[in-house]
């Protein structure tokens, strides 16, 4: 298995613009996370669904993100306008959830890094 | 909601000597899992060790061990005979019983010194 794959890898971009994050989950697993990471919050839990529905946003941090999870194998987070503040490095990562969560814990995308200039 | 607490920033070790990274949690449930990631400065979080809460007996993965306390909420990592490509920033995770909830702690900076 290929194992989560993020792209880009590097985004940067100029304030205001829209920045699209996709996510192709490892086949199988039915629960999809989008963590941000920055020096400042560390690891940020934003949104995560189960069986492609989104489940939990609590933690997106304004109507300028929202993410789609349109297919088992595809998910994306955009940013829409973006800011400088939303530099940092994010995180998808999937898993088994409750139906095997020891043996098959969260596997983490290499992240992408976004710069917002 | 649960708490993920990595009191130390950083940390540094000599080159073959041990090294433990403290972390606590706060919960109200009875069984949970517990995780330590590792991220290099490639940024791949790879899972290192995990623990069961009902599970007494410590997990050992070859040079990393931990340190289980359940009354405590303490999960400390211990790392032995300290290598060079240990060097990473450490997160210890918590994850609900349900498995839809995983909450890192701050994370630990280990540099290890040749």
Request: hydrophobic share 35%; proline share 5%; with cysteine.
């Amino acid at each position: 298995d290929a194992g989560v794959i993020q792209s880009p890898r590097h985004e940067v971009t100029e304030m205001g613009q829209e920045v699209t994050l996709r996510c192709k989950p490892i086949s199988g697993h039915d629960y999809l996370f989008w963590y941000r990471q920055t020096m400042m919050r560390g690891l940020e839990l934003l949104i995560y669904f189960n069986n492609n529905v989104p489940i939990d946003d609590s933690g997106m941090p304004e109507d300028r993100f929202s993410a789609k999870m349109p297919n088992a194998s595809f998910s994306t987070l955009k940013i829409q306008p973006s800011e400088p503040r939303d530099s940092a490095v994010y995180f998808c990562a999937s898993s088994f959830g409750n139906r095997d969560l020891y043996n098959s814990p969260l596997h983490f995308g290499n992240g992408t890094r976004l710069t917002v200039t | 909601a649960q708490t993920v607490t990595q009191s130390q920033p950083e940390m540094s070790v000599q080159e073959a000597e041990t090294v433990t990274l403290s972390c606590t949690y706060d919960t109200s449930e009875s069984n949970y899992y517990l995780f330590w990631y590792k991220q290099p400065p490639s940024r791949q979080m790879i899972l290192v060790i995990r623990q069961e809460a009902y599970k007494q007996q410590n997990a050992t993965e070859n040079r990393f061990s931990v340190n289980f306390q359940k009354a405590a909420k303490s999960f400390s990592l211990k790392i032995s005979d300290s290598q060079l490509g240990d060097t990473a920033m450490y997160f210890c995770a918590f994850v609900n019983n349900a498995g839809n909830m995983l909450t890192f702690g701050g994370g630990t900076r280990l540099m290890v010194k040749p």
